[in-house]
C-alpha cells in the first residue's frame, strides 16, 4: 500500500536532483530518502527515477506522473490551509449586542457557562442605544425585539413575543399591595426611565396610559431601572420573560398583546456559518426558547 507521505520525497527529489540535497531540504537522511523513493516504486509499480553516479535523472514515466504529485502537494496544503482557518474561527471575538435589560437581568447570568464550554471564545457585550448593523459587521450576534421584518441577509430564530408590562418587587407588594389595574397603578410610585430606546418607547407608553405623572424617578439605565424595582422603590414596566422568572418580582398587570413585537436571536447570512458565531446561538437560544416556554406553561397553569 502506498504511504502517501512518500510524495514529499518523489517531488523534492525532483526538484533538488539527488537524494542528498533533498534530504537536506527534508531535514532527513540521504538514506531514508532513497529508501522512501524504492518504497514509492514499488507500491506504485513504476520506476521513477534513474538512479545515476551524478544523481537521480526522472524517468519519463516520473516526468508525467509530476504533475499529479504536485496536484496531491496543493489539494493537501489547500486542506491544511481550510483546516487552521476553521480552528482559528472557532476563537476569538464575537460581538454581542442586546438592549441593556435583557443583557443585565436575562443573558449575564448564562455567560459565566458559555465561557466555561467555550473558553476559546471571547465575548464582547454591546447594550448601546440603536440597532447594530449586521451587515456592515457592527455585531454578530443581536438579541432584537421588532415588529418589522428582518433587513435583507439577516437570519435568526424567534424566541417568543415579547410581552412587557408593570411589576413591582414582592416586598413593595407585601408593605403596600400589588397594583392590579391602571387605576390602582396611578396611586403608586413609577419608575421611568431605563435609557436609550427604552426611556422613549417607556415614555409614550406611559403617556398614553396617563401615568406619566406618576413617575418619581428615571434611572439612565436598565440596570438602575431594575435595581429600583428590587429596592421597593415603585412599580416599573419590564419584559415579561425577565420578570416573570425573577422570584423577586410581582407582576401588576396581564400584558398588552396588541403589540406584535417578537424576540429574535439574530445573526447575518455572511457568518451564520462561522463556528464561534454558531457556538454562541447553538448556547444561547435554547436556554431562551426554554426559559419562554417555562413561562409559557406557568401561565397557562395558573389562568
Not at 457557562?113 to 476559546?120: G, I, S
Not at 431601572?225 to 422570584?247: H, Q, T
Request: charged share 25%; with cysteine.
Amino acid at each position: 500500500m502506498m504511504d502517501w507521505n512518500d510524495l514529499r520525497y518523489f517531488l523534492a527529489v525532483a526538484k533538488e536532483g539527488s537524494t542528498l540535497r533533498a534530504g537536506r531540504a527534508l531535514r532527513t537522511s540521504q538514506t531514508t530518502v532513497a529508501r522512501r523513493i524504492a518504497a514509492l516504486e514499488e507500491a506504485t509499480g513504476v520506476i521513477l527515477f534513474d538512479k545515476r553516479q551524478a544523481g537521480y535523472v526522472m524517468t519519463p514515466a516520473g516526468e508525467e506522473l509530476l504533475a499529479r504529485a504536485r496536484q496531491v502537494e496543493s489539494s493537501a496544503h489547500a486542506f491544511f490551509d481550510a483546516a487552521s482557518a476553521q480552528a482559528r474561527d472557532k476563537g476569538g471575538a464575537v460581538k454581542l449586542s442586546m438592549e441593556e435589560i435583557f443583557a443585565t437581568g436575562l443573558i449575564a447570568p448564562w455567560l459565566r457557562d458559555l465561557h466555561e464550554l467555550h473558553p476559546e471564545i471571547h465575548i464582547e457585550l454591546d447594550t448601546s442605544a440603536g440597532i447594530r448593523d449586521l451587515g456592515a459587521g457592527e455585531a454578530d450576534v443581536a438579541l432584537r425585539s421588532t415588529s418589522q421584518p428582518q433587513p435583507s441577509g439577516t437570519v435568526g430564530r424567534r424566541i417568543c413575543d415579547d410581552h412587557w408590562t408593570f411589576y413591582c418587587s414582592r416586598e413593595y407588594g407585601e408593605k403596600h399591595g400589588v397594583p392590579t389595574n391602571v387605576a390602582e397603578l396611578a396611586r403608586h410610585p413609577l419608575i421611568g426611565g431605563g435609557g436609550g430606546n427604552l426611556s422613549r418607547h417607556y415614555d409614550a407608553y406611559l403617556e398614553a396610559m396617563g401615568l406619566l405623572d406618576r413617575v418619581i424617578m428615571r434611572p439612565d439605565t436598565s440596570s438602575g431601572l431594575l435595581s429600583a424595582v428590587r429596592a421597593g422603590v415603585g412599580a416599573a414596566i419590564l419584559p415579561c420573560i425577565l420578570a416573570d422568572a425573577d422570584p423577586g418580582f410581582s407582576r401588576c398587570l396581564a400584558p398588552r398583546t396588541d403589540h406584535k413585537r417578537v424576540l429574535w436571536l439574530v445573526t447575518h447570512e455572511r457568518i451564520r456559518r462561522s463556528p464561534k458565531v454558531r457556538n454562541v446561538i447553538d448556547f444561547l437560544y435554547p436556554r431562551l426558547k426554554a426559559r419562554a416556554q417555562e413561562l409559557e406553561t406557568v401561565r397557562a397553569n395558573a389562568a
